[in-house]
C-alpha cells in the first residue's frame, strides 16, 4: 500500500462522494425548512462545487521522467537563446521543449557562465 499512487486509493473517492451526500442532505433539509435566500445560495455552491470536487482528480498527468542537461541538444539551447532576449525566457521555453528538464539545469545551459 505504501507505494499505491493517489489514483489507486479508491477509498479517498468514497469518503469525498459520503461528504458530499452528507453536505447535499443537510443543505436541502435546510431549504425545506426555510426557503431562505440563504439556504438557495448555499444549494447553488453545492451544486457548482461537487462535480468541479468530484472530477478534479482525474485531470493531472504524470510528471515528466527527469532528464539531465546532457540529454538536451546544443542546437534547442542555442536556438532558445537565439529567439528569447531575456534569460527567464529562455529558461522557460527550454523547459517546454524537454518536461524533464530541472530549472537549475535549464539556467545553466542557457547561462553556463555563471
Known amino acids: 500500500m505504501k507505494g499505491m499512487k493517489a489514483d489507486e486509493r479508491p477509498w ?3 469518503g469525498l462522494a459520503a461528504l ?11 431549504l425545506v425548512s426555510d426557503p ?7 444549494l447553488l455552491v453545492l451544486a457548482v462545487a461537487a462535480p468541479a470536487l468530484w472530477y478534479r482528480g482525474g485531470r493531472h498527468s504524470p510528471a515528466p521522467e527527469k532528464i539531465g542537461p546532457d540529454a538536451v ?11 528569447s532576449g531575456r534569460t527567464v ?5 527550454l523547459r ?19
Do not use: C
Not at 36 to 42: D, F, G, I, R, V
Not at 89 to 93: D, N, S
Open 12 to 14: 479517498k473517492r468514497y
Open 20 to 30: 458530499l451526500a452528507a453536505l447535499a442532505f443537510l443543505t436541502i433539509s435546510d
Open 36 to 42: 431562505s435566500l440563504w439556504n438557495w445560495s448555499k
Open 73 to 83: 541538444p546544443a542546437e534547442d539551447v542555442d536556438a532558445v537563446v537565439a529567439e
Open 89 to 93: 525566457h529562455a529558461i522557460k521555453a
Open 96 to 114: 517546454e521543449m524537454h518536461p524533464g528538464l530541472g530549472l537549475l539545469d535549464a539556467k545553466n545551459l542557457v547561462q553556463p557562465d555563471h
